[in-house]
């Protein structure tokens, strides 16, 4: 999957539960889009996102990133250019490591089969290829390293984050992504509210190969230049894209 | 740090509380030494046996494996070639997670500082260079993934594992390792018992970067033989280098 990652400033996360406003070419600005959310997300109304997004903004990359193995499936592996894993310092085991290794284990041990439901997991090209596909499959997983900060929303409740962390933490974290983990996104989740600069601050410091993506709150081209200015390599811009097209406009960066 | 990976099959894990043997030559067969244990380990006996053994192996990579902060210092972390730091797949949050993201956190913090307890890291290095001391630091951090699979041994009881994998865990926390986290050393450690070739077969049908190690109850030839048949890059000897040379040297393969 080549990504251009120096590119990518502006990042949409589009929720597929959602309805998508008439007019997609707003997104002609945006430099990558992630599909996925919390509620009443399924594998269908996945590929639907996908698919009109491709329509509409063909050379713009489309990730997958779900919070359900029974999100994924033969179809979504196919159409999406990559499938963005979350790994949640602040959360409970099970969203850093324990479900990884179960996504990995089906993977591992039933390349015929689905990931989580009852869905084909690229079946067809497995059963032809075999272990070649499988690392395709790796291949195309990318690691978030992900601090999720704001405690009232639903991505909180479900990876288990009951405390947010200190600056300082984010730092840790950050550190620990670039060095330890080597996921190629930290990403600090202000889901829903406004966290200021502070945590990205912290983070830019110590991040070189790791891309710094923040979201959370950012409604106006000022919100997005501070987050910018603080060392952010993207802003991630969600919930005005379904709810306020001209305020989206505002978030992307000349 | 430059290992030729490709070089290493016999690695000898040394446990800085117990004595040494008298003829450390015995080790002029092995391509790596982890300095570690569970019990009784301090900074001052970690360095006592880096020193002895860079004293008569000095061409023989050593690595300090702690199994807490305070055993590392300025002191282990300039004399030892790395620090090998594992994160347990089958262990409680802090110990895949946990306890890494507050090392992280100090290093990031305080480089003038120690990790763990009151002792100085690298802090004269630091003090002087600043960033890019913390950058050596952290780029001498290797990761090892771990499973723990004897639940009897002090490192199951230390790490809080429960449960032992099974081979098709095993197998999904290898491929997590190679796509997922991207630790250089994937490590199954059956400590102080023979868990057989199954696991590493499993394991090793996914690993192409990482390399794989297996640990536990190698007290033969045979024992190594069958190991390294079924897929391990290196096997890790330790008890036996304790206790018995002889032994231990029947464990370097010819």
Redesign the interface.
């Given at each position: 999957m080549q990504l251009e990652w120096g590119d990518v400033t502006h990042v949409t996360k589009v929720d597929p539960a959602k309805p998508l406003p008439a007019d997609l070419e707003v997104l002609s600005g945006t430099d990558l889009v992630l599909v996925g959310g919390s509620d009443d997300v399924t594998e269908e109304n996945t590929l639907e996102a996908i698919d009109a997004l491709q329509a509409t903004v063909p050379d713009t990359p489309v990730f997958q990133e779900p919070s359900s193995g029974a999100h994924v499936s033969s179809a979504t592996v196919e159409r999406a250019d990559a499938v963005a894993?979350p790994?949640v310092?602040n959360g409970?085991?099970d969203h850093?490591?324990g479900k990884?290794?179960?996504?990995?284990?089906?993977?591992?041990?039933q390349p015929g089969e689905l990931l989580g439901a009852n869905l084909p997991l690229v079946g067809r090209l497995v059963e032809s290829k075999g272990?070649d596909v499988v690392a395709e499959l790796?291949?195309n997983?990318v690691?978030e390293g992900y601090v999720v900060q704001h405690l009232e929303s639903a991505a909180a409740d479900r990876a288990g984050v009951e405390t947010a962390y200190t600056p300082?933490?984010v730092?840790?974290?950050?550190?620990?992504t670039?060095?330890?983990?080597?996921?190629p996104i930290f990403y600090i989740e202000y889901s829903g509210t406004y966290g200021g600069p502070d945590d990205v601050e912290a983070a830019a410091?110590?991040l070189e190969e790791t891309r710094l993506f923040y979201g959370g709150g950012i409604d106006s081209a000022e919100a997005a230049t501070e987050i910018l200015e603080a060392g952010a390599d993207a802003i991630v811009v969600g919930d005005c894209f379904h709810d306020d097209p001209e305020t989206f406009r505002a978030t992307i960066p000349e």
């Open positions: 894993v790994a310092f409970d085991r850093f490591v990884h290794v179960e996504l990995f284990t089906e993977i591992g041990e272990r790796a291949a997983l690691g300082e933490q730092a840790g974290a950050a550190l620990a670039e060095t330890f983990y080597g996921f410091r110590h």
